[in-house]
């Protein structure tokens, strides 16, 4: 009895989720193909797309200006901060800064500089 109950519970969360994250899946309005279903997923992609890359540089330059601050608090007291601290701040502010960049470039390197949403190699879905 308890393990059914744990299945009908993963269920539920399992369309909680796909309704909270695909609308477009669970409230489908008309007559939808498969096609049209995938095609609105590659656009809300482009939309997370532009969502972790603006994540990404806030990320990026908010680390760095908690690194100049652990660098002013290891300059005015060492034996407290540690000079790894600031550095590791610094290292992961540059890698926030620079992931857009990579992931574009991995998109083009996967798919190709001619590729789009909607489109395997340029042929329409």
């Known amino acids: 009895m308890k393990n059914m109950f744990a ?3 993963f269920a539920v969360l ?35 797309a532009k ?12 680390f760095a200006v908690g690194a ?12 407290q901060i540690p000079i790894g601290t600031p550095i590791a701040l610094i290292f992961i502010a540059a890698a926030l800064m620079f992931l857009p960049t990579v992931y574009k470039s991995a998109g083009v390197s996967v ?11 340029g042929v329409p879905l």
């Open 111 to 121: 798919f190709g500089k001619g590729a789009q949403a909607g489109t395997i190699s």
């Open 51 to 62: 969502l972790i890359t603006a994540a990404s540089y806030l990320a990026g330059g908010a």
């Open 68 to 79: 100049i601050m652990k660098f002013k608090q290891h300059k005015d007291n060492p034996t």
């Open 14 to 48: 399992l369309l909680g989720l796909l309704g909270v994250f695909f609308p477009i899946l669970v409230f489908a309005e008309g007559t939808q193909t498969i096609g049209s279903i995938a095609l609105n997923l590659t656009h809300s992609f482009t939309g997370i």
């Open 7 to 9: 299945q009908y519970k």
